[in-house]
């Protein structure tokens, strides 16, 4: 193991210099005019994986963007098998000026690699494929049997794979999988995370007139959907910061005493996040604490809306239209389709008869409960101990990754969920960062893990 961890040191420059390449791909999935980068970006990923030492590598077509998969099971069949899922998607850059250097061309600033995909996902994925490269390069070989699936639309709701997962469930046949998709609780504190929360998403438009009017001329006499969509979100919540959709906490498992004691003993400190953030103050719901309503209770926010005139100066109409972009947070047991169907329900419920609705939901995930007990869990944490020389906690993730509660179920797998960014690290924002500490770390986390996993599994 000496020789693969000095092998990672001695090349930390050339696993810059590809991660660089890498993330110059635009590899948008949202966006239409990406496709061809997003192809592209998934072929260069194929040739970047043969050539760190992976033999069987393709590139899978979908119904929608790529699957890039490889698999090395050179172990033998009696050896634990390893399957490392990320994704090669990024979200859009906007608002690109905002951005102190480019979103697709990486710069390196004060020991941080700059650039959208950095930490989410590029950059943690790709830190399996150089720790794998590590393995091969100095022994021939890996420790364990290793199948990588990185998809190309994580971003945009895992709709290909959660297509292409239960056909192919035996080709994916693994003993556990191993993800690095997520943040550490803080600076110096890696993290397994144990819980994702689930996303469901709508998006709603409501018509009035048949075009945009003079607010003078009409103003007072006819509905105006820009006023009429705020007046309904506005009732999508009670006072106690509550989800008001009908029967939406049903089948929410409350956490046990036990465990809100351990997520609350986190070291967390509510005004360095306020500061942070540059707010004055946190909202949520009644009852819960800030570290129990980012990660473990659900939620409902809008991400986008527009109407009527949002350019320079001002116009004086009456929209003729408006429509928001929601997506609700979800926690066990609830399950994306039906909390998809109960807020549409809800919402149309709620339009008034002179307005025309047009609602209906895009993609989702559910939520997962991961093992903290299980051999790739131990495995994780002695690894990421090792490499950082910290030790790792376990937590609760409020963000989601559609397709992690589907492996589990079909696969029959355990997750682990191995994060190497930090909440810092702007992901969704711009001038997305990864400490490069963090990459060549993780790196070495990878390589551990395999070398772990094999011994923990005997
Ligand atoms: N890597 C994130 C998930 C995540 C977010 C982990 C924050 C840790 C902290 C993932 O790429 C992501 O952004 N998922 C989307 C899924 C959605 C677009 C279906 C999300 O959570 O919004
Ligand atoms: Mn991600
Ligand atoms: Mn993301």
Redesign the pocket.
């Known amino acids: 193991m000496k020789e693969v961890l000095g092998y990672i040191d001695d090349n930390n420059d050339k696993f810059l210099g590809e991660l660089v390449e890498f993330l110059k791909f635009p590899s948008v999935s949202t966006r239409e005019r990406n496709k061809k980068d997003v192809l592209d970006c998934a072929n260069w990923l194929k040739d970047n994986i043969i050539s760190s030492g992976f033999e069987t590598v393709e590139v899978i077509e979908t119904s929608g963007h790529p699957i890039v998969y490889a698999e090395w099971l050179g172990a033998g069949a009696d050896a634990p098998t390893v399957l490392i899922y990320g994704?090669y998607d990024v979200?859009p850059e906007d608002p690109i000026n905002l951005w102190k250097s480019p979103p697709f061309e990486p710069t390196v600033r004060d020991g941080k690699l700059y650039g959208r995909g950095t930490a989410?996902?590029k950059g943690q994925v790709f830190a399996h494929v150089k720790g794998a490269e590590s393995h091969f390069k100095k022994n021939g070989k890996l420790p364990v049997n290793v199948k990588l699936l990185i998809e190309g639309e994580?971003?945009?709701?895992?709709t290909a794979l959660m297509e292409f997962l239960p056909k192919n469930a035996d080709k994916l046949k693994c003993d556990t999988i191993l993800i690095s998709?997520?943040?550490w609780f803080a600076d110096e504190i890696p993290s397994i995370?144990y819980s994702?929360?689930g996303?469901a998403?709508i998006e709603m438009t409501l018509t009035g007139p048949n075009r945009d009017l003079h607010s003078g001329q009409y103003g007072g006499a006819v509905p105006n959907p820009a006023n009429e969509l705020c007046k309904l979100i506005a009732k999508l919540h009670d006072e106690d910061g509550k989800v008001t959709i009908k029967d939406f906490y049903t089948n929410v498992v409350e956490l046990g005493a036990e465990e809100t004691k351990a997520l609350e003993s986190l070291p967390f400190n509510e005004k360095d996040y306020t500061e942070e953030l540059g707010l004055n103050g946190l909202t949520g719901e009644k009852g819960y604490s800030t570290v129990l309503r980012a990660s473990s209770r659900p939620t409902l926010d809008i991400n986008g809306m527009f109407s009527g005139y949002t350019d320079e100066g001002h116009k004086s109409i009456i929209p003729s239209s408006a429509t928001a972009k929601i997506?609700m947070r979800l926690v066990p047991d609830q399950t994306w389709q039906e909390i998809t169907d109960k807020a549409i329900s809800h919402i149309k419920s709620l339009v008034p008869d002179f307005m025309h609705v047009e609602i209906h939901g895009h993609?989702?995930?559910n939520p997962v409960i991961a093992a903290i007990d299980s051999p790739g869990v131990k495995a994780a944490s002695i690894a990421l101990e090792t490499a950082f020389g910290f030790k790792s906690v376990n937590m609760r993730?409020?963000?989601?990754?559609?397709i992690v509660e589907m492996f589990q179920a079909e696969l029959k797998a355990p997750a682990v969920l191995m994060?190497l960014?930090l909440?810092g690290d702007n992901?969704?924002s711009p001038n997305e960062k990864f400490n490069l500490s963090h990459y060549f770390g993780g790196i070495k986390a990878s390589a551990l893990f395999l070398e772990e996993f094999a011994k923990v599994s005997k």
């Open positions: 994704h979200q989410d996902d994580e971003e945009s709701g895992s998709d997520t943040s995370v994702l929360r996303i998403v997506s993609h989702g995930g993730e409020g963000g989601s990754i559609p994060g960014g909440d992901i969704h």
